[in-house]
């Protein structure tokens, strides 16, 4: 009997981690440009509409807020971004009680794919989309690209990766993020 619930614990356990993955790859951070729908409560309804509205994240990661000025919130999940906005209108005096809900506008998140694919594009981000779905979102590689070096520029970061190798094992494959560059260079004759 212990066995068959060791086997049930383990069986439920997976599949609630199966099913919590996705909804963790969903929160991705906010970025530089990002269209925020922004709605506010538990503040004055005379300010209610002056406050809640859509906002843009500008280039150096911030939004620029009523009453309170800039807060930073690029590299932020949106539930962080919540709760930072509420501080900040309560620590500077405000309001006391601030209810923060954040939307994003989906269209503004893309991933770019360029270099030697067939169709160089932006793809539209989905919490799913990886290095190698974005490549073939774009066409699939030209004749003339260089599969074992394709970049993934993410901010600062280079990663170079051989998507060779992911198609022998999908689970290399790597998880895009709104904002990345794909490159797929030429190979070299």
């Known amino acids: 009997m212990h066995k068959h619930s060791l086997l049930y614990g383990l069986i439920a356990g997976t599949l609630l981690l199966a099913w919590v993955a996705p909804s963790a790859r969903a929160q991705a951070t906010l970025r ?6 922004i709605k506010i409560s538990g503040i ?6 002056s406050v809640s ?8 990661g911030f939004l620029n807020l ?9 590299g ?3 539930g962080v971004a919540q709760s930072t906005i509420e501080s900040v209108y309560r620590n500077r005096d405000v309001y006391t009680n601030p209810t923060i809900t954040i939307g994003q506008q989906m269209q503004s998140r893309f991933v770019n794919v360029g270099g030697e694919v067939k169709t160089p594009q932006r793809i539209p981000y989905t919490a799913d989309l990886t290095v190698l779905s974005s490549i073939n979102a774009a066409g699939g590689f030209s004749p003339f ?3 074992r070096k394709v970049r993934l520029l993410r901010g600062n970061e280079v990663m170079i990766i051989d998507v060779k190798k992911i198609r022998a094992n999908p689970s290399l494959d790597i998880g895009v993020q709104p904002g990345d560059r794909i490159e797929v260079p030429q190979t070299i004759f």
């Open 32 to 37: 530089n440009g990002d269209i925020l729908e």
């Open 44 to 49: 004055p309804s005379t300010d209610i509409t």
């Open 53 to 60: 509205g859509q906002y843009t994240i500008d280039n150096e």
């Open 66 to 74: 009523p009453y309170v000025g800039k807060v930073k919130v690029a």
């Open 76 to 78: 932020l999940s949106p």
């Open 145 to 147: 690209a260089d599969q």
